[in-house]
């Protein structure tokens, strides 16, 4: 037998006792909760997808990190590392026949190996929801919409968090009028993604590796440096094709400003997002102290369905993990409440009115409520205290004088008060939420 040693976690992977459990179910309900609010339907797909779905459609970011092998099959394969190439494959199967805007959305786990940091796993959670069929930017508003609500829903405010964004249109006529080369763009995407975290000098070196001239290097960093839209407006107000490719966000925010989102997005030249089929506007949620990586990132990725081989469709949609989540929520200790609780902890004095009190547990149980009893037989001072552990809001009692009237004793479990009841009206009026006039 090997040492238990040689069987400790992957690094990058979690094990989740109930305790955490409870966060997850937490995080994801809230997440159905406000995707259910805006009408999106859940959807899921397979972990495992051909190798080239990402490899053509991804970028080189993603697939240096991918869980890649060959099926007994002799067929090359990998564990998704996101969701968006294979909603696009589904829906290039099975858009026509749907009616447009298509608005799905899932809760996938996915596969990346990653440099181990902060808030970055192997192994992730992400809330995935997309706009199908619809070019404006109304449909870019309503999924930033759903974003912010899910992370509202879990009791976050507009002072802990705020959606930053940008498009990929602005940025490229941006990048034009500085003169930056089409052939060196995914390159200077890529620094300037990378360029919050890198700092200007490391910017700068990795902008003078793609051999743009030096004045371009010197527009791209102060862009980079201010990222404010007034700077943005006074730098080209001479440039019609940057005044032009600002339009697309002034109508998006005052959508968002009509829905009453304003206060949470704030435009910033640096989002211009890490993977490559995004073609249009693109964002990321961030917590506003700048603590933590990104708690959410998306965008308008309209070439993606056809070059999986769909039907032309414009597309716009974003990821938020459960990992950046969770660490703000233990921060801003909003974590749900991971105590063990049960509606009723039922318990006997001797083994002959066991019969009793199982056929009151499983009355109990067909009404709904959760009911824990002792699995073997012991004193009642244990099977109390038992009941106090299990967090029981009840404990219900069967001795030997309730035993020949055909009752119980009923104990609330916080004030200590107690009432006889018939074991035959026990369920009755009984729900999971307690009731108070079974006591
Ligand atoms: P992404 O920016 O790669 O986008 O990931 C979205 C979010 O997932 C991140 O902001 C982060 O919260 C979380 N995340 C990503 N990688 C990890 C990791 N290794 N560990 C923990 N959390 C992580 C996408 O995946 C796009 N497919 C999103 C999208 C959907 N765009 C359009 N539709």
């Avoid at 899921?44 to 080239?52: A, F, H, Q, R, V």
């Avoid at 992730?124 to 999924?143: K, R, S, Y």
């Avoid at 949470?264 to 917590?287: H, K, P, S, W």
Wanted: charged content about 30%; glycine content about 10%; hydrophobic content about 40%.
């Amino acid at each position: 037998m090997p040492a238990s040693g040689s069987f400790s976690r992957l690094p990058g992977f979690r094990d989740v006792p109930p305790e955490e459990m409870a966060l997850r179910r937490r995080i994801f309900a809230a997440w159905r909760e406000a995707a259910g609010r805006y009408g999106f339907r859940e959807y899921d797909g397979p972990p495992l997808e051909p190798l080239g779905l990402y490899v053509e459609k991804s970028g080189p970011e993603i697939v240096e990190q991918l869980y890649e092998f060959e099926d007994k099959g002799g067929r090359r394969v990998a564990l998704r590392p996101e969701m968006t190439p294979t909603l696009a494959r589904i829906l290039a199967e099975r858009s026509r026949s749907l009616p447009k805007p298509i608005r799905w959305f899932s809760i996938p786990q996915l596969f990346r190996y990653e440099r181990r940091q902060r808030g970055r796993l192997r192994e992730h959670f992400q809330l995935n929801a997309d706009i199908v069929g619809e070019p404006g930017p109304a449909a870019d508003a309503e999924v930033l919409a759903v974003a912010i609500d899910a992370v509202r829903g879990l009791g976050l405010t507009e002072r802990d968090f705020e959606a930053r964004v940008n498009d990929r249109r602005l940025v490229d006529a941006v990048l034009d009028a500085l003169g930056a080369p089409r052939d060196a763009r995914s390159g200077v995407l890529a620094a300037v993604d990378k360029a919050e975290r890198a700092g200007q000098d490391a910017t700068r070196k990795r902008l003078e590796g793609l051999e743009l001239e030096r004045g371009t290097v010197a527009g791209v960093l102060d862009v980079v440096a201010d990222g404010s839209w007034d700077g943005l407006r006074r730098r080209f107000a001479g440039d019609s094709a940057v005044l032009q490719a600002m339009s697309p966000l002034e109508e998006h925010r005052s959508i968002l400003s009509a829905m009453g989102l304003g206060d949470y997005v704030r435009f910033d030249f640096a989002v211009v997002r890490g993977l490559a089929y995004y073609t249009g506007i693109v964002f990321e949620l961030f917590d506003r102290a700048g603590e933590f990586r990104a708690i959410c990132g998306g965008g308008r990725y309209d070439r993606l369905l056809e070059l999986v081989g769909g039907e032309p469709l414009p597309a716009v949609g974003f990821g938020m993990g459960d990992a950046v989540l969770g660490e703000i929520l233990r921060e801003r200790n909003l974590l749900p409440d991971a105590q063990p609780s049960c509606d009723y902890y039922v318990a006997w004095v001797g083994d002959e009115q066991r019969t009793l009190a199982l056929d009151a547990a499983r009355r109990l149980r067909q009404a709904g409520c959760s009911v824990l009893y002792s699995l073997r037989s012991q004193a009642m001072g244990k099977q109390l205290k038992a009941a106090g552990r299990a967090g029981a809001a009840r404990a219900v009692i069967v001795g030997p004088d309730e035993a020949a009237t055909g009752s119980a004793t009923v104990r609330d479990m916080t004030t200590g008060r107690q009432k006889t009841r018939p074991l035959s009206a026990l369920a009755v009026g009984s729900g999971p939420s307690g009731d108070d006039e079974a006591i």
